[in-house]
Nanobody
Framework: QVQLVESGGGLVQAGGSLRLSCAAS????????MGWFRQALGKEREFVAG????????DYPDSVKGRFTISRDVAKNTVYLQMNSLKPEDTAVYFC????????????????WGQGTQVTVSS
């Protein structure tokens, strides 16, 4: 069956960096758009980054643009989220997700989800 397993979360000071990884199995990796979402305590899940099947197209909301970078490694069936200049408001559980559809920003588009990894940014 399809599995998405996130790793790399943790506690970091404001201004620091983390790299999240999401290892995918049970699917043809390069047939799927991959996305990262996050959910802070008491808030709705929100889009953080998306990458096309080829990796040529990237998409970010304004809140993370210029600080976060999504990438994918087809050989490793893994998608990454490099997060720099972290802020306390980036604190959340981060989820990766996979879809064959092209609407990166919509949660409803995604077919598969990981279990999430906690990122905590202290001030």
């Amino acid at each position: 069956q399809v599995q998405l397993v996130e790793s790399g979360g943790g506690l970091v000071q404001a201004g620091g960096s983390l790299r999240l990884s999401c290892a995918a199995s049970g699917l043809t990796f390069n047939s799927y758009v991959m996305g990262w979402f996050r959910q802070a305590l008491g808030k709705e899940r929100e889009f953080v980054a998306g990458i096309s099947k080829s990796g040529a197209r990237l998409d970010y909301p304004d809140s993370v643009k210029g600080r976060f970078t999504i990438s994918r490694d087809v050989a490793k069936n893994t998608v990454y989220l490099q997060m720099n200049s972290l802020k306390p408001e980036d604190t959340a559980v981060y989820f990766c997700a996979a879809t064959k559809r092209g609407n990166y920003r919509s949660m409803d588009s995604y077919d598969y989800w990981g279990q999430g990894t906690q990122v905590t940014v202290s001030s």
